[in-house]
């Protein structure tokens, strides 16, 4: 098992940045590949950015690109979004996703475990 615990959602202006984080608990964090997932109300989920096991990997969603960058510390068993130029559409609830494999992936289906989630609100 492993457990995700998110922070550092909260209210920004457009612009703005945040940087969220999500630290892992349970098994080996530094085998598995870690992903954001962003739910807006009204609007289906969106899968924003993913990071391979060894960072070999990375991608993001194209509404992301350019303006949000995802990295991890496994030494901390913590994976990051730095989140920079919000957008008011950017505003929803972040949630932190970890796969049982290394391989990094846009799709929901592939990931295994989940966090609770953190809002993040982008005002104009």
């Known amino acids: 098992q492993v457990q995700l615990v998110e922070s550092g959602g909260g209210l920004v202006q457009a612009g703005g940045s945040l940087r969220l984080s999500c630290a892992a608990s349970?098994?080996?964090?530094?085998?598995?590949?870690m992903g954001w997932v962003r739910k807006a109300r009204g609007k289906e989920r969106e899968f924003v950015a993913t990071i391979s096991w060894s960072d070999s990997s990375i991608y993001y969603a194209d509404s992301v690109k350019g303006r949000f960058n995802i990295s991890r510390d496994n030494a901390k068993n913590t994976v990051y979004l730095q989140m920079n130029s919000l957008k008011p559409e950017d505003t929803a609830v972040y949630y932190c996703a970890a796969r049982r494999l290394g391989i990094a992936s846009l799709q929901e289906r592939n990931y295994n475990y989940w966090g609770q989630g953190t809002q993040v609100t982008v005002s104009s």
């Open positions: 349970g098994r080996t964090f530094s085998s598995n590949a």
